[in-house]
Every structure is written in C-alpha cells, then in structure tokens.
Nanobody, 123 residues
Framework: QVQLVESGGGLVQPGGSLRLSCAASGFSLEYYAIGWFRQAPGKEREGVSCISNSDGTIWNTDSVKGRFTIYRNDFEDVVYLQMSSLKAEDTAVYYC????????????????WGQGTQVTVSS
C-alpha cells in the first residue's frame, strides 16, 4: 500500500502563496494519478486538482483555476500544489491521494491517502 505524506501547509494572509508537497513512502509516484482534495470544517471533502500518471492531463476545480497549479517533479518524486492568490475560503485540511488508474475527481476512487496538512488563510 502506498503511504503518502503531505507537507507545506500553514498560516498565510489573503493574497499570499503556499506550496504543498506530496511524497510517497516505499513507492514511486510516477505510476499513480495524484489528486489533491480539501475539507473545510463542516463541509464535505472536495476535489481541488488532479494530475494523470500517463499523458499529463490535469484537472482543476473551477474555484482554483488560474490560482493553483499541480505539477510533478519526477526527479524528486514529489507532486506539488502551488497555491497563489489565496482566499479565506481556501482554508481547509488538504490531502493528497493516489490511484493507479486515470485521473478522477471523485475521492471514492482513490485508495491511498495522506494524513493531511492544514492551510489557513487569514489576516
């Protein structure tokens, strides 16, 4: 089973930036489609961004288009989520997840999850 570890969360002011990292323990991420999801207090988990393991296809939810970028660094074997122009409504616990099939926006399609990293956007 793939074990994932997220890092890079923290407290940032509105308009600021953060870069989240997703790394794997014991397996290479290059064989997996990687999704970033988030869950705010009292809300359901939602898909944020996903990158394929084959053709480079990327999906971003509408609310983050133009602000968030998902990308792989194959040399480091890490998947990043670069977040810019952060808003208060981006505050949530962010999770990365892996699946061997093609990208998906449905959290139920992902079998391996990290523990999450808190992102708080506040002045």
């Amino acid at each position: 089973q793939v074990q994932l570890v997220e890092s890079g969360g923290g407290l940032v002011q509105p308009g600021g930036s953060l870069r989240l990292s997703c790394a794997a323990s014991g397996f290479s991420l290059e064989y997996y489609a990687i999704g970033w999801f988030r869950q705010a207090p009292g809300k359901e988990r939602e898909g944020v961004s996903c990158i394929s393991n084959s053709d480079g296809t990327i999906w971003n939810t509408d609310s983050v288009k133009g602000r968030f970028t998902i990308y792989r660094n194959d040399f480091e074997d890490v998947v990043y989520l670069q977040m810019s122009s952060l808003k208060a409504e981006d505050t949530a616990v962010y999770y990365c997840a892996a699946r061997t099939e093609y990208i998906s926006t449905n959290s139920a399609d992902f079998g391996s999850w990290g523990q999450g990293t808190q992102v708080t956007v506040s002045s």
